[in-house]
């Protein structure tokens, strides 16, 4: 294992400058080269890294000229939605790891390019999905493994985010989201919570997604919001937007369960991702923070109006990285502690120059949702069939690698109450 590693910053926007931040705080990380393809916003990476670590880094404007450094042993890509995935391939068929933000793919093609580099380099391809990490998430995964949600039926989420403002000011602010909700029309943000469904579900492993339907709304909050906030007279107020304001997927899975997601930015709303958990025994419900289990609900079976709060729950079946992490002092991070123990992964892979808890076939697999739901939408919500990344592997897939950081199962025994994060490392594996 390598005591530090040098990592390549690409993508510097609001999110890229605090991932920065955050990266340069894990053990043995430096930062030699960061990249913008705005000089303003590379130069604030130069900053940022010199605060932190007294040192300059080398700043670029074009990403190949970065992804050409012989001395890198990875890049963390923090740019738009649409340039992920060609950036990844790139920086694999460079020679190096690479993890990247979240966001869905613009086409099933750049999913399968991913995963062929991937393959034919050795090189790793992370989505940095910070929710698998979130601590109630990784709560309700240590209980459905417990078996307290009996067998899983049926799991839901969303990103159902009042984004209007960021949206809509996408041309002043310099930001990715605008174009994308003028031009496509589809679940557009996928993998906060299909990531964590997809752990529990056990895809690419012994299951997978085998078809998709998707349906859009009409299209209003933005238009309403502009002419609100920018006047009648902006030259965007009546513009017909693709994006539907709700939109709703469903995905099939070859061992029977259904997902379903929202995605829902355009409109006012409270935050939530809507997770529902729901197997034989009892349901999970976000909204609420609500469980009900057969096995341990006070009038269960009885009385069934009367759920109870989920928070109680928590503290017992806390999943033993946040117990860790909580005993050590939560890092003041971003989202409540998520951003730094995703980060903490992918640094721990780099340094074992060894797979991630998050591969380039969960990847590929959760952000093709969006490009088969504009399909599906624009074939007037008509099924379209999941493509299989693994080409058949979730089958018979290789053994994941266990450790404090797997998604796969809870691996209690790793867990070293006095050695944290530093050697969370596991050569066992797992089926
Ligand atoms: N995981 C989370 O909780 C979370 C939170 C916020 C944002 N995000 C994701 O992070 C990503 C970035 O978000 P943001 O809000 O900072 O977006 P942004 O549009 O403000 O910033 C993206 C940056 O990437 C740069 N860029 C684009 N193409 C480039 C290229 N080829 N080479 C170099 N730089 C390039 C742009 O110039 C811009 O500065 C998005 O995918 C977003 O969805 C994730």
């Known amino acids: 294992m390598k005591e530090t590693v040098r990592i390549g910053f690409i993508g510097l926007g609001g999110r890229g ?100 580099a991937s393959e034919e380099t050795g090189k790793f391809c992370m989505l ?51 174009y994308n909700f003028q031009m496509r029309n589809g679940e557009l943000y996928p993998t906060h919570q299909l990531g964590p469904i997809s752990k529990m579900l056990g895809i690419n492993r012994k299951n997978r997604y085998v078809s998709l339907v998707s349906m859009a709304s009409k299209s209003r909050g933005l238009n309403k919001w502009i002419k609100e906030n920018k006047g009648e007279d902006y030259d965007l107020a009546d513009y017909a937007f693709n994006q539907g304001d709700v939109v709703t997927t469903m995905i099939k899975c070859a061992n029977g369960e259904t997902v379903v997601l929202t995605h829902d930015c355009s409109t006012p709303r409270n935050y939530s991702r809507a997770y529902r958990v729901q197997g034989t025994k009892g349901v999970y419900m976000e909204d609420g923070d609500s469980i009900y289990l057969e096995d341990s609900t006070p009038h269960a079976g009885g009385w069934r109006h009367d759920p109870e709060k989920f928070d109680k729950y928590l503290e017992e079946y806390d999943h033993p990285l946040w117990k860790k992490y909580r005993k050590d002092g939560i890092h003041a991070g971003g989202h409540g502690g998520m951003d730094f123990l995703v980060l903490s992964a992918f640094v721990e892979s780099v340094k074992l120059d060894a797979q991630p808890p998050i591969d380039v076939y969960d990847a590929a697999t959760w952000m093709a949702v969006t490009v088969l739901s504009e399909q599906s939408i624009a074939l007037g919500s008509s099924a379209v069939p999941f493509p299989d990344f693994t080409s058949g592997m979730w089958i018979d897939r290789e053994p994941y690698r266990r450790g404090q950081f797997c998604l796969e199962e809870v691996c209690e025994d790793c867990f070293n109450p006095d050695d944290f994060l530093t050697s969370s490392v596991s050569t066992q594996v797992g089926e």
Not at 39 to 57: L, S
Not at 99 to 111: D, I, T
Not at 133 to 143: G, V
């Open 128 to 178: 940095l999905e910070n929710c698998c990490y979130d601590r109630k998430e990784m709560a309700l995964f240590n209980m459905m493994k417990k078996g307290l949600f009996g067998e899983l039926v049926h799991l839901a989420g969303g990103y159902e985010h009042d984004l209007r403002d960021e949206i809509c000011l996408g041309r002043e602010n310099r930001h990715g989201r605008l």
């Open 17 to 116: 400058t605090g991932m920065l931040g955050e990266l340069l705080e894990c053990d043995g990380v430096t930062v030699p080269a960061v990249c913008d393809k705005y000089e303003d916003r590379a130069r604030k990476g130069d900053e940022i890294v010199f605060e932190k670590t007294g040192v300059h880094p080398d700043v670029y404007l074009n990403h190949r000229e970065l992804l050409a450094r012989d001395d890198i042993d990875a890049v963390m890509i923090d740019t738009t939605w649409i340039t992920h995935a060609r950036i990844a391939i790139d920086a694999m068929r460079a020679g190096k790891h690479c993890a990247m933000e979240v966001g869905g793919a613009a086409s099933v093609e750049e999913c399968w390019q991913m995963v062929r």
